[in-house]
């Protein structure tokens, strides 16, 4: 596996350069799913946006009141330490394979957190495949938890409306921050729900804050989901 140690995109680029590799031979070995690690300095971490933040730590609460999770051993920092850099190593790749600036995290590189907290926490349970299933309830609870802290469900009927009249997203974790853009502008309400969270400069930071109100809506029972092809789809 190669683990790339980054400062940014550009420092990325420059020691690749200067070590003989070629950008197509770093977008190859992410093409390849052999990018798996990033260690980011704190002015790449600003701009990740803070909900995912709050998501990563929601994760660790939960998981410490879990029953599911075997509490003499404990959750420790750790886990959040390791929860937040597999996040932000997808996010990398995507940025690689795009070739977008901006390493912005989404919902859709979350699932990339469950074997790093696998491999950091003990379970009560020793069914195959439920540890997965345990870790992914987590998720869904932080993600709600921390969009119920942004938003109340009064404020978006506009954009639950408007699914429910025919419009439907489809998202996934290497989608470009174009589409999303694009998604904001023709559904109605959605650009003012972005808007809440924050400034959103580029397609990137525009990308994570539509994934994060799709799914809200979704884990509140008023946006249905479907898997198809390795991307989800939103629908009313």
């Known amino acids: 596996m190669t683990v790339l140690a980054a400062g940014g995109i550009g420092a990325l680029w420059g020691r690749a350069k200067d070590s003989g590799v070629k950008h197509d031979d770093i977008k190859e070995l992410a093409d390849l799913g052999l990018l798996d690690g990033v260690t980011t300095n704190p002015t790449l971490i600003a701009k990740s946006g803070r909900q995912f933040k709050e998501v990563i730590a929601e994760i660790s609460r939960l998981a410490r009141r879990s029953p599911d999770v075997n ?6 920092v750790r886990a959040s330490i390791a929860n937040y850099e597999s996040m932000l190593a997808n996010a990398l790749r995507r940025s690689i394979v795009t070739g977008e600036d901006e390493v912005v995290p989404r919902v859709s590189d979350l699932p990339f957190v469950i074997p790093a907290l696998s491999g950091k926490v003990e379970f009560e349970t020793v069914e195959e495949g439920r540890e997965d299933q345990i870790i992914d309830k987590l998720i869904q609870g932080a993600v709600v938890a921390v969009f119920n802290r942004y938003y109340n469900l009064g404020e978006l009927e506009q954009v639950v409306n408007r699914f429910k009249s025919g419009a439907a997203a489809e998202v ?28 959103t ?12 109100i799709l799914e809200g809506l979704h884990l509140n029972k008023r946006l249905n989901k479907d898997k198809v092809g390795g991307k989800s789809q939103y629908r009313g």
């Open 172 to 199: 996934g974790d290497m989608s470009p921050g174009d589409v999303y853009v694009q998604l904001a502008r023709t559904i109605e309400g959605l650009q003012a729900a972005v808007d809440k969270l924050g400034p």
């Open 201 to 212: 400069n580029s397609g990137p930071e525009t990308a994570a804050a539509v994934e994060f």
């Open 71 to 76: 509490q003499r051993s404990g959750v420790s």
